[in-house]
């Protein structure tokens, strides 16, 4: 029953992160060191954006790791969420960007930095 309630936990403090970073990125790493290549794709990307984002390592926390894949039921890293709206996984976030719909989503929004 423990682990019921810290999973419950854990799924408020995901939303929670979520609604209070304009952009996030769930990934393996940080962004000076990504432990994945599909991590570093998307780092990547967000910098040639010129966006401001926050970033979670799941590898530092294992609650997290599975806590995010249950929370989107996605179950690969990265993830990228955008102004609480879940964009997906690296395929997904490269597509996006290939196709100039993550910009335009990123210009909608106003986050390019200032």
């Not at 060191?33 to 926050?54: H, M, R, T, W």
């Not at 039921?73 to 993550?102: A, H, M, R």
Request: proline share 4%; charged share 30%.
């Amino acid at each position: 029953m423990k682990f019921k309630i810290l999973e419950e936990d854990y799924q408020k403090k995901i939303a929670q992160d979520i609604q209070e970073n304009d952009v996030l990125l769930y990934m393996k790493g940080t962004p000076y060191a990504p432990q994945c290549g599909f991590s570093a794709k998307c780092v990547n990307i967000l910098d040639q954006l010129d966006v401001n984002y926050e970033t979670r390592d799941v590898l530092s926390d294992p609650e997290l790791r599975q806590g995010i894949k249950d929370f989107s039921n996605w179950l690969t890293i990265p993830q990228l969420y955008v102004k609480g709206e879940f964009i997906g996984g690296c395929d997904i976030v490269i597509e996006s960007f290939e196709s100039g719909e993550l910009n335009d989503i990123i210009h909608d929004k106003q986050l390019i930095k200032n």
